[in-house]
């Protein structure tokens, strides 16, 4: 089982990302998904949920910025990051919960670098 997200970069306040997460086989399908943050001096934080069912949940601090979607034909979760802020700047971090049956399994990306110049 792997995540593997990408998308990440240098862009100017006010300016937009998206970034990837691909999953690594079919559990995708019974996985939620979410994009966690760390942001420099803090510690890791949830962005934006997507159930399995495309129900979506945001953090405060992006409502109306960021949007989460997913792809089940790509095994592909993706975060729509628009108006940038310098607050922003961080690794970004997908996850998925497993529901594999009766137990579930929570597995992490390897986080790619998002800076936000002012």
């Known amino acids: 089982v792997q995540l593997q997200a990408s998308g990440g970069g240098l862009v100017q306040a006010g300016g937009s990302l998206r970034l990837s997460c691909v999953a690594s086989?079919?559990?995708?399908?019974?996985?939620?998904m979410d994009w966690y943050r760390q942001t420099p001096g803090n510690q890791r934080e949830l962005v934006a949920t997507?159930?399995?069912?495309?129900?979506?949940n945001y953090a405060d601090f992006v409502k109306g910025r960021f949007t989460i979607s997913r792809d089940s034909a790509k095994f592909t979760t993706y975060l729509q990051m628009s108006n940038l802020e310098p607050e922003d700047t961080g690794v970004y971090y997908c996850?998925?919960?497993?529901?594999?049956?009766?137990?579930?399994?929570?597995?992490w990306g390897q986080g790619t670098q998002v800076t936000v110049s002012s």
């Open positions: 996850h998925a919960r497993y529901y594999p049956g009766w137990y579930t399994s929570d597995y």
């Open positions: 086989g079919s559990f995708f399908r019974n996985s939620d």
């Open positions: 997507i159930s399995r069912g495309g129900i979506t």
